[in-house]
Structure formats: structure tokens, C-alpha cells
């Protein structure tokens, strides 16, 4: 059965194409700096939000339908990963990722959840072999139900702690069956509305302790993946433990995870937290912490997450000079955490977003690769950083120089009182004029 008859398989028709069910930019094999696109950009869907997300926001109900024609609960989600795979192979996306509530219904208890999960992850098997599709992470839902409305792994409650728990670990078991490349703790609701009620060292003592309790039991079934935090600062709590990637970083050294752990950084999350996604990009790589994305981006005129589709291909050329700069992916990917608008309605729609996506990502790629080709930008950074390789700056780099040694080299410099300039309008032209 045919769950989008008004998709067709979308194919590359070059920048001049006017048909928008096209890729413009987007052709998986041509080769880009060595390697072919599809594996610079690792793009994955969103289960999620493709999906599952019918539209509803705190102003009104469901404005899609995507049931996929099933009648129980079971059908409803088997029909799901019925029409992601046929959406996957008609987008050419080679990977998805999900959280274990949105491949499977919740059931009344534990035992009866993780019955819906086994037969799920069964189906997700045998489809992901027909058509050579791969995890890029899988992920638990320890925010949506009732019992987490204090947090999971930060709840005052112990045994909210300890379902979150066994939840995780039934998560990390999927996905390690179905080969999952990594598995990411998004905060949820780990964070706090008011410190009123809220003992702030205890809940992140737990948190930490959840980490390293679920990574460990991973590990010991056999996960070869990345585990990774995903930074957001605020949403749907006042203020989430993971506010940024620098929040995250010492929160992972704090509690002796970052040989394990990096950061999926999401684009609306920097935004959310007054970091550009590019910062936040740089933070992770300069700390050997850069694992994947989730790609989307916000609406600067809103202070929530609104996971639209990445379009600004300034945003997209800045990421990909930072994936390259960070050596590309490994075990991560460009994951859309992003959904189409509650008034794009039609399944036209989803199709139409991903094409947006994947073109602004993959046009922000060739533009990245002709940053790095053209290479004014890069020689003026060595360049502006060329007195710390001879002389007194030698000794800086190398830390063999003693403070007396500064001094004198400072008293040496007489009237000091200018240094070059930063040229960042000179710089961002040379940016415009390679781009356009
Ligand atoms: C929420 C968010 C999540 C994570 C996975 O803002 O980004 O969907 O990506 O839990
Ligand atoms: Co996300």
C-alpha cells in the first residue's frame, strides 16, 4: 500500500530546476571535498514529528491526521513505519531516529509497553534490511506522561526515578538490536520551575548518577555507538539542567562522563539559549565533544522552540564549515528535528519541508566547501594568531615562558599602544562574495 500517492520520488534537477518537488542542491553521490554528499550530511528524519505530530499546539487540536489508516493502536503504528520507510525512500534519507513512545503506543504498565516496543522493533528490523535504512539514535520519552511532571532522573519522586530508568534501559535495548550509531538524553523535564521547591544539588547528583547507570548498561550489552547530550536551556521547563553545550561540558566532567558522551546540538536550542547555532557548534568542537545534530531553526521573533524547517543558508553554510572543521560525522548526523507548520497541512507538505531542508543544508555545504577552497577567511585567522609561532609568543604556546619573563618582555614594548585590526567587515564581504 501506498501511504503518499501524491509524493513521487524526489529526484536532483540541478539550481535551474522550477519543479519544486526537485532537489536543487541536493545530489546524494556527487562527490563534495573527497567524499559524496549523502555522507557529508548524514541526513535523518524525525520520527516524531513526521510521523506522529498531528498539528496541535496550546490553541487548538490536530489540524493532520496520521493515523495511516490503522483502526487499533498496534495497526496506527505499524502503518507508521510503513509510510516512514516509503517517505525515506522517496526523499532518499538514509537514516531516522526516534523516541521508544513514538514507534510504539504506551500500554498500562512497563511490561505491557515494552511488549509493543518488541513487536515494533521486529517490524523496524526486517523494513530497515529491505531497504537498507540505518538508526542514527534512538531516545526515551521520560517527559510526556504524568508521572514526569516533576522530571525523571531529577524527580523528588524516587520512584519516578526508577521507571525512568528501566524505561531508558529498555530504549538502549532497541536500539542497540536495531544498530542504532548512537542514543541521545535530551533534558526533557530535568530542570526546575521554581527553586522554591527544589534541591538543586540532589537533582543533579541523580542526573548524573541516570547517565552513568543506563551508558554503563548500554555499553554492557554491546552498544558501540556515542551517547549524547542534547543542550537546551529553557522548554518545557523555567530552566533546564542542560542549558548549553558549555553547561553540558561541565556537568559531563563533574560527573566523569565526557569519555563517553558528546553533544547533539540543535540549532533552535542555541537561539533559545542567546548562542548563535554556530557558537554552540564551535563549543563542542573545541572540547572534542562535536557528536551530531538536530537540524532545524527558530524564529528569532519567538522565545520558544519552534522547530521549523532549516531554510537560512547562512545558518547551514556556518554549521557545515564547523561539521568539516570538526572532521564530519562519525557516528552522528543531520537529524530534522523540525515539523512542518500547523497550516501546511497536506502530506505535499512534509515533502516540500524536507526538500527546503535537505537543499539549504546541502547548498550550505557546497558554499562551505568553497569558503575552504577559496581560503582568505582561513589564512587571515592563522594569520591573525601568527605571534604566538616565534619569540615571546612560542613561549606562550609552548608554557615554558615565566611570568618575570612577560614582564620584561613587556617593559621592552615601550609605548604599547595599538594592535592589528579584526577586519570583520572585510571578512564578512569575502564571506557575501564567495557565496553569491
Ligand atoms: C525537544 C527536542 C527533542 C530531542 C529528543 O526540544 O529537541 O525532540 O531532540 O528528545
Ligand atoms: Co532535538
Redesign the pocket.
Known amino acids: 500500500m501506498e501511504f503518499f500517492p501524491t509524493i513521487p520520488v524526489i529526484k536532483y534537477e540541478g539550481k535551474d530546476s522550477k519543479n519544486m518537488l526537485a532537489f536543487r542542491h541536493y545530489n546524494p553521490d556527487e562527490v563534495i571535498l573527497g567524499k559524496p554528499m549523502r555522507e557529508h550530511l548524514k541526513f535523518a528524519l524525525?520520527y516524531?514529528?513526521t510521523m506522529c505530530a498531528e498539528g496541535s499546539d496550546m490553541f487548538g487540536r490536530g489540524t493532520m491526521n496520521k493515523d495511516f489508516g490503522g483502526q487499533t493502536p498496534m495497526e496506527i503504528y505499524k502503518n507508521k513505519a510503513y509510510a516512514a520507510f516509503e517517505l525515506m525512500n522517496k526523499l532518499s534519507i538514509d537514516y531516522f531516529?526516534f523516541?521508544d513512545r513514538d514507534i510504539a503506543p504506551e500500554g498500562k504498565t512497563l511490561e505491557e509497553s515494552n511488549k509493543n516496543l518488541d513487536e515494533i522493533a521486529e517490524l523496524l528490523e526486517k523494513l530497515m534490511k529491505e531497504n537498507n535504512k540505518k538508526l542514527l539514535w534512538g531516545?526515551a520519552?521520560c517527559?510526556n506522561h504524568p508521572r514526569y511532571m516533576n522530571g525523571a532522573g531529577t524527580s523528588p519522586e524516587a520512584d519516578a526515578f526508577a521507571y525512568a530508568a528501566a524505561q531508558i534501559k529498555k530504549a538502549m535495548e532497541v536500539t542497540v538490536k536495531l544498530g542504532g550509531n548512537g542514543y541521545?538524553?535530551?533534558g526533557?523535564r530535568e530542570g526546575y520551575e521554581t527553586l522554591l521547591n527544589t534541591d538543586m544539588g540532589k537533582e543533579l547528583d541523580n542526573l548524573g548518577f541516570l547517565l552513568k547507570l543506563t551508558s554503563q548498561y548500554a555499553r554492557s550489552i554491546g552498544f558501540k555507538g556515542d551517547f549524547y547530550i542534547?543542550p537546551?536551556p529553557k522548554?518545557p521547563t523555567k530552566h533546564q539542567y542542560d542549558f548549553d553545550a558549555a553547561t553540558v561540558i561541565g556537568f559531563l566532567q563533574k560527573y566523569d562522563l565526557m569519555d563517553d558522551f558528546k553533544l547533539?546540538i540543535?540549532a533552535?536550542?542555541a537561539t533559545l539559549a542567546g548562542h548563535t547555532f554556530q557558537h554552540e557548534l564551535a563549543v563542542a568542537r573545541v572540547n572534542g565533544a562535536f557528536g551530531s545534530i538536530?537540524a532545524?531553526q527558530g524564529d528569532l521573533q519567538l522565545g520558544w522552540?519552534t522547530?521549523q524547517f532549516p531554510t537560512n543558508v547562512y545558518e547551514t553554510t556556518m554549521c557545515m564549515l564547523e561539521v568539516i572543521k570538526a572532521g564530519g560525522f562519525t557516528n552522528g548526523g543531520l537529524?530534522f528535528?523540525a515539523k512542518t507548520r500547523r497550516a501546511s497541512n497536506t502530506p505535499e507538505d512534509i515533502a516540500y519541508s524536507y526538500i527546503a531542508g535537505m537543499d539549504a543544508f546541502a547548498l550550505g555545504l557546497r558554499l562551505a566547501a568553497m569558503v575552504l577552497e577559496d581560503g582568505r577567511i582561513e589564512e587571515f585567522v592563522k594569520q591573525r594568531y601568527a605571534s604566538y609561532e616565534s619569540g615571546i609568543g612560542k613561549k606562550i604556546s609552548d608554557k615554558t615562558v615565566t611570568i618575570e619573563e612577560l614582564e620584561a618582555h613587556a617593559k621592552g614594548l615601550g609605548e604599547f599602544e595599538t594592535v592589528p585590526s579584526g577586519r570583520q567587515e572585510y571578512l564578512e564581504n569575502i564571506l557575501n562574495s564567495i557565496m553569491f
Open positions: 524525525s516524531w514529528h531516529c523516541h531516545t520519552n517527559f541521545v538524553y535530551w526533557g542534547e537546551k522548554e547533539n540543535e533552535n536550542h538536530d532545524n522552540d522547530d537529524n528535528d
